[in-house]
């Protein structure tokens, strides 16, 4: 058949055959551990501290998109939040789920969901680690109180930002705060307009956001903080690299 296409998602999985798939790029990128990579380090963002210390998130249901190794995840969980992380790539499931254990978050299956083509496993202390596409993942919550997501979005082709949005629309609880890192303009990521990727069939590595471009594509939210992300030496507790922005978004109360 050579007229498949009816409906958005159609168009949406058409458009993402024009890029090389993202699963077998992540699973060697997790894969090799010793590779050095900044943010393999144990260490939450520092800006998601900075948001729970100064009180700005309070323990609730978390989701975590592109959870990589788990760091994130973790660190929510520890502070008392039942937290869903999300990932596409097995192998970093699998190092997320190692040390959520060394971490004492517990070993056991848990009853986790699964998800798609994929799977997923609970701690038993309120951490779940799903193995799927953010988009396709099923969660065993309607709702959540934060949406964590630590370099997701950048690399994300431009249509899956229409996925993205409808993401948020349908997890975020009513007054819930959505925060996210990304490349920076200027800084890092490719800044080539939306259209050249297409042409281009590349991401380049993932793509650079401007704080304008970030207030834009959610101005359904209410931005509570834009900034670069504070950098951060090796002995520091926390993750911080400049080449990231940071912001803190919180959905109205009333939908």
Known sequence: MNRTIRTTEDVLALLDGLFPPAEPFWDRFYADRSAG??????????????????????????????????????????????????DLSATAIAWAEERAREAGLGNDTGTGTGTGTGTGTGTGTGLRFHRASIFEAELPHARYDLVYDS???????????????????????????????????????????DEELYRLGALEG???????????????????????????????????????LTALFQRTVSL
Request: glycine residues 12%; aromatic residues 8%.
């Open 151 to 193: 370099g997701c979005l950048h690399h994300l082709p431009p249509h899956r930002r229409v996925s993205y949005l409808a993401l948020l629309d349908r997890v975020l609880a009513p007054g819930g705060h959505f925060a996210l890192t990304a490349f920076a303009a200027g800084a890092m990521g490719s800044e080539r307009p």
């Open 37 to 86: 990579r900044p943010f393999f380090a144990p260490k939450p963002d520092e800006n998601l501290a900075h948001h729970l210390d100064r009180g700005l998130l309070a323990p609730g249901r978390a989701l975590d998109l592109g959870c990589g190794n788990g760091r994130n995840a973790i660190h929510l969980a520890s502070l008392g939040f039942e937290v869903d992380a999300v």
């Open 206 to 244: 993932g793509l650079a956001y401007s704080p304008d471009e970030l207030r834009s594509l959610f101005r359904g939210f209410t931005p509570l903080e834009i900034r670069p992300m504070a950098a951060q030496g090796p002995d520091s507790a926390l993750f911080g690299v400049p080449f990231l």
